[in-house]
């Protein structure tokens, strides 16, 4: 069956870590190598305009793709975003010149869709936001290891306040942090919110002396 050209002068690209196989058609010479640096993107620009390639299709592979997606979309190519999952049934073994020639082809023929993109300004704000929750996980599971060593030291400070990442709960960690193991002392920094006594403060931070 002829599958007639939807997408006439179309490159494909095979994004990697590394470096970018792309391809403008499907000979041998049709494919280039080139690495990830900004001069390297713009090598590769000056090549796809000298071949007068107009659209270019490429995976969205990781955060690999990002800059260089940027730097064509300057240069003024149309661009289209794949994803990965619709760009990988070729058949036999895979090679990164195979790929490229792949959605040469599939972009040639009009048989890709691209992904969503977010404007600059929604992206940067989700960048915002995953950052942020992966800031807050990072913080929970060091909570919950902070809170393993002070019981493997005796030191229970889990029942006396209602978070040892509150004021009274890092008043002390800072304490010991800085060497200080007198129980009185520690139960000392005792916050006034806190509901516990300084003697049953004292009673729960009688270490077993633990250095490990």
Known sequence: MYLEIVNPNAAGIDVGSRSHFVAIGQLPADVKEYGVYA???????????????????????????????????????????????????????????????????????????????????????????RHRNILMEMAASTSKKMQKYLRLMNLRLDVVVKGACGLTGLRIIDAI???????????????????????????ALQSNGRKD
């Open 177 to 203: 942090c800085n060497e200080e193991e007198d129980p009185e002392k520690l139960a000392s920094f005792r916050h006034g919110n806190c509901h516990k006594s300084e003697e049953e403060i004292t009673k």
């Open 39 to 129: 001069s390297d993107h713009q090598e590769l620009i000056t090549w796809l305009k000298k071949n007068k390639v107009r659209t270019i299709a490429m995976e969205s592979t990781g955060t690999y793709w990002q800059n260089l997606y940027a730097a064509l979309q300057e240069a003024g190519f149309e661009l289209l975003l794949a994803n990965g999952k619709f760009t990988k049934n070729i058949k036999g073994k895979k090679t990164d010149v195979k790929d490229c020639q792949w959605i040469q082809k599939l972009h040639s023929l009009g048989l890709l869709s691209g992904s969503f993109l977010p404007d600059e300004t929604t992206e940067q704000l989700r960048t915002y936001c």
